[in-house]
Structures are given as C-alpha cells and as structure tokens.
C-alpha cells in the first residue's frame, strides 16, 4: 500500500543544476532537509552510469526510509532494484511497466491535461504527477500551466493521491497544498540552492503550516 505521505516533499535531480556539485551530496543534504520522495532524471547519460547512479543512490536513501523512483526507465529500476519508476504519457505504457516491475514497486504517470487525470482513474498507479502547475525552464516539452484553479478540479477528479509539478519553490508550495495536492515535487528549488537541506527545511516548514 502506498503511503500519500512520500509524496510530500519529492526532489526530482537535475546534475545541470546542482552548481558542480556531486549528485549524492545534493541529495543527502536535501533528506536530511526533510526530503520525503527522490526521483533520478537523466536524461544525457548512458545506461550502464545511469544504472551505477541509480544503485548509489538506492543504498543512500534506503536506511533512511525514503524511496528512490526512476524517472522513464523500467530498465534501469529493476537494474538498480530501485521502489518505482515515474512514467509520462509518451513512456513505456503503465500496464505493461507493471507486469514487468510487479505488483510492489511504485508506479508514478504524469497528467497533463483533465482527459488524462480522468483516463488514470482507471489505472491501478500509485500517484499521478500534475504537471505543470506553473510553467518552468527546468523542463520545457511540457503542455499548458493548470494554474492553481486547474490543480484544485484535478485534486477533485483524481482518484490516486496528487503531487504538484512545475513552478515548485517556496512562494507556489503552500498554495498548491492548500489546493488539495498531496506534496510537492521540487527540482531548481532545491537542486540549485546554496544549502540543499536549508532549502529543504524551509519548504518542509511552508507544507507543515499548510496541513
């Protein structure tokens, strides 16, 4: 059973933003911040470093309880024997990623538009990704911002737990807790913060007086 709480504070890892930094480090600041969730996106690296990223991370995160999720690639989660993937709806198909990843991983889909927040109720994920709430530079391919009014008739139509995607800093956090989303998922905000976990902390501060 999934647990909504994970959802709450979810980075997604961009290494273009981390201002040099090694990844791991980025990360293990950001958890130790109050970071709930951590999806791996690459996208410019090859399998076999995509796969010994993934596996790093896998036996950071795991003592501390907080799931790794693989951005796109089925693949390289049942390689690093990581708690799920995060699909778009140009991915691998959610049915055929669950016969391959099996009833227990975590499985993620991105909506972004209400016809695919609908057509989702009828798959057994774990979460969907609203996406995006506001526009962003961090990822450009993306449709129309739902603006926080399009959040709120999301949140009502969906029926699996809602994270918030998109435009995600301190300023759009409580608003989109408020709208009714489960969490929040951060990139620049954190990615690209002089202090990870400080970033992390006050984000977490911002979502708890929301609650």
Do not use: W
């Amino acid at each position: 059973m999934f647990d909504k709480y994970k959802l709450r504070l979810y980075l997604v890892t961009d290494r273009r933003l981390a201002l040099g930094r090694d990844l791991e480090t980025v990360v293990e600041e950001a958890v130790k911040g109050g970071v709930t969730m951590v999806q791996l996106r690459e996208k410019d690296i090859d399998t076999a470093t995509f796969i010994a990223e993934a596996i790093r991370l896998k036996a950071l995160l795991a003592p501390l309880n907080v799931p790794l999720i693989i951005n796109d690639r089925v693949d390289v989660a049942l390689a690093a024997d990581a708690d799920g993937v995060h699909i778009g709806q140009s991915d691998m198909p959610y049915k055929m990623a669950r016969k391959l990843l099996g009833p227990d991983k975590i499985i993620g889909l991105s909506a972004e538009n209400m016809q695919q927040v609908e057509e989702a109720n009828s798959l057994d994920v774990d979460y969907i990704g609203i996406s995006p709430v506001y526009a962003t530079t961090t990822k450009t391919d993306t449709a129309p911002a739902f603006g926080q009014e399009g959040l709120r008739e999301a949140v009502k139509l969906s029926t699996h737990p809602t994270v918030g995607i998109g435009g995600m800093n301190l300023e759009t956090a409580a608003e989109t807790i408020r709208s009714g989303a489960d969490g929040i998922a951060v990139v620049s905000a954190i990615m690209s913060a002089p202090d990870p976990r400080q970033a992390a902390l006050a984000l977490c501060s911002v979502i708890g007086k929301c609650c």
